[in-house]
């Protein structure tokens, strides 16, 4: 499991696009990684039965299933 709470959080949305991991799952936007003072609500996202992508119904972000 990553250590979230020694690295710098990402701004929600700044990126359109997002690859995750397996190990990442289950999938949820906004990501651990980014602050959420300003992020919408999170959302499960079902990436696994989505072809290995899926895309974030408030914020419209992709994210891609690498491995």
């Given at each position: 499991?990553?250590?979230?709470?020694?690295?710098?959080?990402?701004?929600?949305?700044?990126?359109?696009r997002?690859?995750?991991?397996?190990?990442?799952?289950?999938?949820?936007?906004?990501?651990p990684?980014?602050?959420?003072?300003?992020?919408?609500?999170?959302?499960?996202?079902?990436?696994?039965?989505?072809?290995?992508?899926?895309?974030?119904?408030y914020?419209?972000?992709?994210?891609?299933?690498?491995?």
């Open positions: 499991m990553a250590d979230h709470a020694s690295t710098p959080a990402q701004q929600p949305n700044a990126e359109m997002y690859e995750v991991r397996r190990a990442d799952l289950p999938l949820g936007c906004p990501l990684s980014m602050s959420l003072w300003n992020a919408h609500p999170r959302v499960y996202l079902p990436i696994e039965t989505n072809g290995g992508s899926a895309r974030c119904p914020c419209s972000a992709l994210y891609v299933l690498v491995d």
